[in-house]
């Protein structure tokens, strides 16, 4: 057992590492990586880099977010959104984090949109990087010095909460 978290906590650290080389890299629609990227192509570029899985299989949905979202790995704790007080202490370093924001197709946001329309990395210290469109970058935003964020967070996923993840990598990597 203690082998195992070692390994996830390497695991994070590796996802964390490889998500602050992309600072700054570029938007762009539709794309993930390895020079620009949208929100899940980020999410994704590092998830497949780091553990060699690809994170919109198994999910549903017609946008790359809501696969990511809804696929089979991992464990997923939704927020209600009109909560204002989050607990974000349940959320770990390298965990996914969805926003329930505006879709690039929507001219209006919608309310009863149940899906996520943005999705990030958090890097712990409330503090977590995506690929912001309106920034047209990779950046590092912050939930204590921006309320809107933690306000429109809807859930956060844990992939290392899944043993496959971890046995499959062992297993890849001979350990």
């Not at 629609?29 to 553990?51: M, Q, R, S």
């Not at 912050?142 to 899944?162: C, H, P, Q, R, T």
Request: proline share 2%.
């Amino acid at each position: 057992m203690i082998k195992a978290n070692f390994k996830e906590n390497e695991l994070r650290e590796k996802i964390i590492k490889l998500a602050l080389l992309q600072h700054h890299k570029l938007y762009e629609h539709g794309k993930n990586g390895p020079d620009t990227f949208d929100c899940a192509g980020f999410v994704w570029f590092l998830y497949y880099e780091i553990l060699r899985i690809n994170l919109y299989n198994h999910g549903f949905g017609l946008s790359t977010t809501t696969k990511i979202l809804t696929n089979n790995y991992g464990k997923t704790i939704l927020f209600c959104e009109s909560n204002r007080n989050k607990d974000l202490s349940v959320i770990k370093d390298g965990d996914i984090l969805f926003f329930h924001r505006q879709s690039m197709n929507e001219t209006i946001p919608k309310m009863d949109n149940k899906y996520p329309g943005h999705c990030g990395i958090y890097l712990g210290n409330n503090s977590f990087i995506h690929c912001s469109r309106p920034k047209r970058q990779v950046v590092i935003s912050n939930f204590a010095s921006n309320e809107y964020w933690e306000k429109v967070l809807v859930a956060s996923k844990d992939i290392f909460s899944d043993n496959k993840i971890l046995e499959m990598k062992k297993i890849n990597t001979k350990l």
